[in-house]
């Protein structure tokens, strides 16, 4: 079974740009979570989509939006990028369900987009 | 809101050292509880979990026990290899979000010496 994969891996932008970033999780997984890790801020949520609808979204700014697709894709996008954008950003995939919370449900995380904002 | 304390080390233990991470958690619902690992330029491994107050969970000679009354999932292991050098995350998800999505700690980075 394939894992999580996110692309691309590694990515430079300049401040004030906007960027993409793609998700296909696991098959046959409707929930896509996405968050953002740096140094000092650690691991923080980002969003996450179930059957391509947020169903709930981290303390960020409007700055920061995704969307998720039919077959379960996700993309997050980040505009007017700035400095403390960089970061890892990892997306998970889990199999979800609608009300939202299975207590024995296991996230499943890619190897995250590496964003570096010059 | 909910919230994840562990020590955030780093740590380096020589080799077939004992290993403990505290953490300890704050959480409006019953949450499931989580240690997950990343080995460099990775992302994140589950490494064990448990669901409810006494569960143990355990894999490859990691063991945490759910301890409601003191909030706590300290990760254990008694002998560490060279192998296990890796930060290691505690997380947890509350029913009470509505969704899925899992608070971590900070992190703690284990470097293990042979």
């Known amino acids: 079974k394939a894992g999580v994969t996110q692309t691309p891996r590694y990515l430079i932008k300049t401040r004030g740009q906007q960027v993409t970033l793609s998700c296909s999780p696991i098959?046959?997984?409707?929930?896509v979570s996405w968050y953002q890790q740096t140094p000092g801020q650690g691991l923080q949520f980002l969003f996450e989509y179930f059957s391509e609808t947020q169903r709930n979204k981290g303390n960020f700014p409007g700055r920061f939006s995704g969307r998720q697709f039919s077959n379960s894709r996700s993309e997050m996008n980040v505009s007017t990028l700035e400095l403390g954008d960089s970061a890892l950003y990892l997306c998970a995939s889990s199999t979800g369900r609608t009300g939202g919370y299975t207590p024995n449900t296991e996230a499943f995380f890619g190897q995250g987009t590496r964003l570096t904002v010059v | 809101g909910d919230s994840v304390t562990q020590m955030e080390g780093p740590v380096t233990l020589s080799e077939e050292a004992f290993l403990t991470i505290n953490c300890t958690y704050t959480a409006t619902g019953y949450p499931s509880l989580f240690w997950y690992v990343q080995y460099p330029g990775e992302g994140l491994q589950l490494l064990l979990k448990?669901?409810?107050?006494?569960d143990k969970g355990s894999n490859k000679g990691f063991e945490a026990t759910y301890r409601k009354e003191t909030t706590s999932f300290h990760l254990e292991k008694g002998s560490v290899q060279v192998s296990d050098s890796a930060v290691y995350f505690c997380a947890l998800s509350d029913p009470g979000a509505g969704s899925y999505q899992l608070t971590f700690g900070k992190g703690t980075k284990l470097s293990v010496i042979p």
């Open positions: 098959s046959g997984h409707r929930s």
């Open positions: 448990a669901t409810k107050a006494d």
